[in-house]
């Protein structure tokens, strides 16, 4: 059951951002992910801020460079839905219908799936961990199966959930983020905080800013995206491993490529060597499996999460053999 | 506490007085049953203060419903425990079963994780709005048909969902039947006569009533 | 309809059952008109449309919401409980703890000699009870939860079993008590056995702990009229919960009723009654209003029971021609911090499925601090299954012989494992695995595979897997009252819940059959201990053979009554009439007729009254049902993922009484294996906390709309048990779920050549299993 909080609704994100005043303040607007935080007390809140009836917020439309705007309150579903997503960026499409389950796509804004708390059944827990203020990751010596490859860097190991976010980064996507000061854009790229830099934090979201929309970039002809995802079971799940591709061809030519892991590491974790290994490349078999290899030389798994390492060699190989069957 | 609102006098009440209000209210139940959109507060960014309670119109079942409520009180249990529709069951409370999802505005949504106050002014159809008097309504029908349940807990939100997806996609191919019910478990494990019953719904719906 | 008005409600044309004399069993039903059609729910109106009142929709007005504080280690000692607080915030109305004067009552386990007080000042495990509230809300509760300040002696625990002997670990309770139960079995003399085999193989098999987690939270509503307590409860068996709450609060059994009309499943975790309910109580009684209380999903995961984890060795020898000469078994298990069941039933099927005359069993149950077990839907037999049948699948492939074939070979007709090997009355297993087979095409798939080159990453697999359910054949006692009323409609007052699995709709069809009645004339009354007579709970696959021959003794007696009273009018012999077309006729004298409502008697006292009580099972002799379950499954060999293409059952539970609600149980069994084989498992922080991880719907995975197929295939093998009892009928609920995971797994080493020998068959260890393959 929820704890007490106090409640406002904003009608414009000044509005909103005005009661942004403390670090207890939270911004709702699907509410999937923070109601279930506050439930567990994975943090407190004095205040909730509605943002759900912001209607700048919403919507889906072309923009003057010929890029896409989705506003940060529009839902999972309709990204998933929209006809110029599925038309211009199939991979962010893919990704959005693979979140969670139908009702949370319903009830999940694209705002929200970018900037949700880590599913680490630690930090979820009643377990004091370093993410929430405490002295040690509990995934390092403990049940640590579905938990991060990379990145971890000997601080936190959970893994960021979302789906969008890497599909997102791929397709080189940007945040707006509204604050007391003035808006700025923040490339996908650097919106995430690895834990060795601040272990608190999972975005670089001050506690009086919001994601008011994403600028997702005009579309080269010629470029592939897709996102594929394994999970333990069907639906619900977040990523075991999760690849995002955002591939240029000219011919069968890999000119230009972005590849990004989720269920990888605290961050959607783009992949240097996957694009080194194709990028000039035809995708034939020896390159497929090269990329497939370079993508887990730098892993280091933890005791119980080792099948990651063969896993995101497994999804990758048969995501680029895929994309290659289609292309040729 | 139920009785505790004393900040809220600059509120309106449309026209039902304070004593009355609170004390249908705190007795559990619903105030008065008003017509669509008859109170139109302004909405200003007024902070409610933890604990106190404030006052929603919620549409339910195409009636409106005025009442006081918590910030924290989910549609679930308000639906529930305030105005007594036991349809939408409590499973999880974290948006992780689907005993409890509604429609808002058309669409399913997990009751157990929105909050009472993000409903107001949208269509919220719990089971008991798919009713046509003490008739069934289609999609139930097709439940009963198909034998798509057991202890019968998880069928309201099951049910809901596939009339969810039916409005969306009146002729649904097998896979989306089955992605549409991926939101709602069934530990009896009726999954292939759940989606028996999302195909003949389908049917009953459209008009095709004969087997 | 006014009284006496010409209108009753027998279907026309239909003639009843022959009517025994007094004392004598009715014979086998020849040809039945109601029973074994596929027949709706008599309830399903109420459950569809919202109308069913559950545990957790009973409401009141001045309803108090309860909720329990538990502890959150292992293990710890409660040193002191400050309510202080808790006690001052608004519309908290109670706060109850081990020192509140008269709560702190001792709770007596289901099994065992272990004790535990209802707050027990040594928490053995996550989740034990240290105090309650109960508030206006349940929001206000859990803010009294929270508020409440416990402190601790946090003491070492031990929650890994394959620990828990170890000397260095910490113990539950003493160093000298680690083992909660020890069971032996031996026949035979298996050394000789091996040495007569011709392949012998040997193989550890593993099995997570499964939760049971019923969509219903476990929960009661509570409620005092002076001493009478009523108690609304969301349980498999209300008389249970009865004459527990009695026992615990020193109450006569009159002075309690229970209430369970209907109840949001259980599977094994709802036939015992919970601490929760009687703190409900106590909750009531001090606050002086009704209480409700529903765990929450959370504590629904630690504390209302599990499958225990089982650590398997199986050693089997077999001759070429399929001759299973031996069986040795091994099996360490937990029922957690109490003795309950941590190995109980795990080894029966290796004892008694298949005939071999030399078998060792050897079972330990070890105490750990975790929640305790529960009996889960066909306690032990899906983990022996998981063991004994995958060896079958690998000692058949070893003398290349088909499975179906090989398990056909060693089919017993008696029970090798009880004393005095009583035959059984009757044994499907033959037909299920023959019919099965070619419902599935099995021979055709098996020699197609062997012909293709399955060389894409997707390889396809088929498998199946056999098994007996220890009981389910139900029995003694049961008691029904039956109703009929002037205008033939009925009332049929039972005792036993219908958790689902549609018992009602049964037991409605049988009178159906005795009476020539419609379905929808009779009405229901059940699972209530003020108003329906002594049930056992609804569980072990017993009910519908239990109620259903008490239910038929019930008619019989009505109609006994009824031929009585005609006799009288007739003046003739009760012996030579008989009833058909809502008439009764002399067999002598077809002018000597009467109505079935004009018979004088009957009109004037407008109801007759008939009881049933279930008869004994036939002595010397065993009853209980098989299944074979034949399945194929796709493997992504990249990514590990699994795909069930198509699922077959095939079930002897003698005469399918509903074909409709058969071939749901059978769907819901093959689901819930489906769970056990690929997605569930408890996953405790072993070397931490201790804590659960996994207590949730997301953590812990319950398959989905998307991890079944989109048919289950029912094959039943519809053969009355006339020898069982007098409507036919066996248990069908329980064995379903026994093959279902072991049936997957050999389909899976058909499709990828790897065992996999430890549940959940879920991508993170295929995977791993397939790299090591690759690598090795």
Redesign the interface.
Known sequence: ????FSYVKADSVKVAIDQLSSKETRILAGGTDLLGCLRE?IFSADKVVSISRIKELTGIGKTSDGGVRIGALTTITEVAESAIIKEFYPGLAQAASQVA?PQLRNQGTIGGNICQKP?C??YR???HCRRKGGEEC?AF???N?FHAIFGADSTCAMVQPSDTAPALMALGASARVAGRSDKKLVPLEKFYVLPSVNVLKETVLEPDEVVTEILLPKTDQGLRSSYRK????????FA??GVALALSFKGDTIITDRVVLSGAAPVPWRSKPVEDAITGKKLDAATTSKAAEAAVKEAEPLELN??K???F???I??ELEAISRQHG | ??T?SDDRKDRPTGGVSRRDFLTTVG???VVAATARGASAAPKGPEVVEA?KMMEVELQVNGRGYRLLV?P??TLL?VL??KL????P??????G??G?CTVLIDGIARYSCITLAVEAEDREIT???GL?SGED?GPV?QA???K?A????????GQ?VAVEALLRKTPNPS?DEI??G??G????????????AAAGRAAELKSGKGGS | MKFGEDKMYYLEGMDLPETPTPGVSPAPWKKTHAVGEPT??V????????T???T??V?S?DMLFG?ILRC?HPNALVKSVDVSAAKKL??VRAVITGDTPGVNLDWPYEWGSDKSKIFDPHCRFEGDEVAAVAA????L???AL?AIKVQYEVLPFVVDETKALDPKSPAVYDKNKRIAKKENYVRGDVAKGFAEADVVLEEEYNVSCQI??????HGSVAKWDGDQLTIWDSTQGVFFVQEKVAQVLGMPLSKVRVIGH????G?GSKLEPGKYTVIAAMLAKITGRPVKL?L??EETFLATGNRPPNHMKLKAGVKKDGTLTALDFSCLGTGGAFQSGGVQLVDWLIRDLYTCSNVRCESTDVYVNAGQTRPFRAPGHPQGAWALEQMMDALARAINMDPVELRLKNIPTFSQARNGNPPYTTTGLKECLEEGAKAFGWKEKRSKKAKSTDNG?IRTGIGMAAASWVVGGGGPPSTIVLKLFSDGSANLNMGASD????TKTVMAMVVAEELGLELDKIQIENADTGTTQFATRSGGSKTIPTESPAVRAAAVEIKRQLLDMAAQDLKTDAAKLVIKDGMVFSSEDSAKKKKLTEISGFKNRRVLLGIGYRGPNPSGKTVIPFTAQFCEVKV??????MEIARFVAAHDSGRVMNR??F???V??????GIGLGA?EGR???????G?L???????Y????????????ESTPVDRPDSQANTTGAKGLGEPVTIPTAPALANAVYDAIGIRVTDTPM????L??L??EKKRS
């Not at chain 2, 007594?84 to 349809?87: E, K, S």
């Not at chain 3, 206006?136 to 929001?139: A, E, G, K, L």
């Not at chain 3, 991880?693 to 953590?699: F, G, I, L, T, V």
């Not at chain 3, 879920?762 to 260890?765: A, Y």
Request: glycine share 10%; aromatic share 8%.
């Open positions: 059951m929820l704890p007490n007390q389950s599913r059944w630690y827990g009643e377990f509990f010596n403990g049940e199966q394994v999970r333990a079971r069907r639906s619900w799940d075991l491993a080792s099948f390492i063969d896993l060699k497994g999804v190989q048969e | 506490m139920a505790d007795a559990g139940a604990g918590e924290r009180w249990f529930r425990e007594g529709l036991m349809g069951k409590p499973g999880c409370e974290r992780e079963c005993a719990s089971l008991e009713m069934l139930q439940f009963v048909e034998d349940l057991q202890c019968g807990y998880c069928t309201s049910v097998p089955r992605t019910c991926s709602n478990l069934c530990r009896c494990g009726t999954y292939p006569n759940i989606f | 709706l729910r309830d399903a109106y109420q459950r569809v449309s919202g069913a009142v559950y957790s929709d409401s007005r909720a959150p608004p519309g206006d809300t349940p929001y509760a859990a803010d929270r049971h987690t019923p969509l219903e939270l209907y109840m949001g499943g599977f529903l929450t999903r990453h958790i689902g699995t549609g992504n060999t990249k990514t590990g993922e409709l609600t071939e749901n149980q769907i819901g069994g093959v689901t819930m997605t996953i405790l922080d072993r070397n931490q906390t804590k991880c996994n207590r949730n719907w997301h953590d995975k319950l398959p989905t709309a998307l991890d079944v197929p989109l048919n289950i879920n991508p993170l260890q995977c791993r397939l790299a």
